[in-house]
């Protein structure tokens, strides 16, 4: 329960006076309820159905002077009198009532796109080795299922509190009519309650089973889905769905498994309230001697009372059966709290981008991707220097640590030991961030948004000029083809780009990388997907930009980084600079195209 105590401060805080204005229409509308209640009495004793003495109106508190003041008006005014003031109690009621669900809505609303933000603002100043540790399913689900749960059981919370609020008043004006009677209900429903308790902790383990169900759902999802070519490609579509029927089977069985125990708490809740009613009337008529007015009241006040206590056990138990999702989400934030990013604040986000002016420096650079101290390094002792508007290849086998030098040259890792400095400065903290400011990167694999060709240029750079645009297309040998598609730069490339071809891809994210006017272009493996033609008129454009800006290439093939000014040869996580370019290189090879650095490399 810790976890929902930790919420409902947060809620306190974020709604502050707002939240006690909303307990404050819970306790009138109680008091409005009871009022029109009480109102029976006079009513009733007007119409000559309840008498004056004892057992009628008379032993009620203020209801025999109520009816005595009504007789003394005409006979033809009293009653009409006495409807109106009900008809306008409800009225104040159901006013009062609609403002509360607003005010409870808006509540709700407003606290969980409080979480909603806060969360996705955390992930987002989260280091990158944060993210490499976790699967993106996860966050999916966190944010969507997870947070709906959330926001339901705050919704439940509020309702809850409404509803205690409620029954206290109404309690209240019962123990005023007859505190001994009331006092046998409540003993009774207090029974009760307690053997019910049991149901809530079952609501708890269900809940488990419901988030670890929903996670399993997410996470299979993205991963088929990511992965659909291959399983269509080998026809892997039975075993899959035969996954997804066990899965959803075992997910309708947890959701029935809930429904069940509610419509047992709520089965049980009726049976028990005939049952007292049946009792208070017998004891009240049979050994108590309480009169016809006041039993009628009672009976009518706890005949409405006894919904609102299934109503609560109800709401108990689905928010006993929310809090694992409350868990998960206060976990989530404690992690991205701790891989949050040094300077990662509203100064390092308005940060401008460095201009690199003589060069980007490793000094005895040390790196690991685990926490163990016994684990292997990815970098170790990387000592280079990249020269400002110069271009520098990364080559090596896969594993050698390429994507990690680059990583810390793009800010993205902070180094174990050693420093990253840029003009002689060292990379840290809000350096780290304007550095990134400063840098262009084109993955291997193009990334494209769900959105037009447009959309993806001026996620970078919104300001764009129409010529800016086809500037940038024609700079990355993009422009014919986006010319020749029949919506131009309104045309939509589908989730990832997969309505244009691997290299129309690569070549729109180097249109868009270029668009950014960086300090420093990051190109890994850039080209692989482009054509000979086209690859030579991106090599002719990477060219120009020499003296412009500094380019940093992760290649393997001896056209991408022929007309590098240096190679950085990299093996086990160590760095040799090569000056004089991998074709003049004695222990560098060309295998169909493709460089080969034999092991021993130094």
Known sequence: MNELRFYLNRLRSYAGMRLYAQFAAMVALGLFDGIGIYML????????LLGD???GTGSLPFAGEALAALRELPSNLALPVLLAAYVLIVTLQSLLQRAQSI???RLQQGFIRHLRLSLYASLMRSDWIFFLRRRRSDFHHLLTSELARVSQATYLFLQLASSVAFTVIQIGIAFWLSAKLTAVVLVSGAAIAFVMRRKIRRAKEVGNRTSELSQQYYAGLTDHFNGIKDIKSNRLEDSYL?????LTGRMEANFIAFARL???TSSLYKTSSA???ALFVYLAVEMLHVGAGELLLIVVL???LWPRFAQIQSNAEQIGSAIPAFRSLRELERECAEARESGADEAGDRATGLDVKTGIECRHVYFKYAGDADADYALRDVCLRIPAGKMTAIVGKSGAGKSTLVDLLMGLLEPERGSVLIDGLPVTGERRLALRHAVSYVAQEPFLFHESIRDNLLAVRPDASETELWEALRFSASEDFVRRLPEGLDTVV???GVRLSGGERQRLVLARAILRKPSILVLDEATSALDTENEARIQEAIDRLKGKMTIVVIAHRLSTIRGADQVVVMEQGEAIVREDGPVGAPDGRLSDGVIEWPAGVR
Do not use: K
């Open 302 to 304: 706890f005949a409405r």
């Open 242 to 246: 035969g996954w997804f029927r066990g």
């Open 262 to 264: 509610q419509a047992t």
């Open 275 to 277: 049952a007292l009613i």
């Open 53 to 55: 003495g004892a057992g």
């Open 103 to 105: 005010r409870g809505t």
């Open 41 to 48: 009495a006079p009513m009733l004793g007007l119409l000559g």
């Open 494 to 496: 589908g989730d990832r």
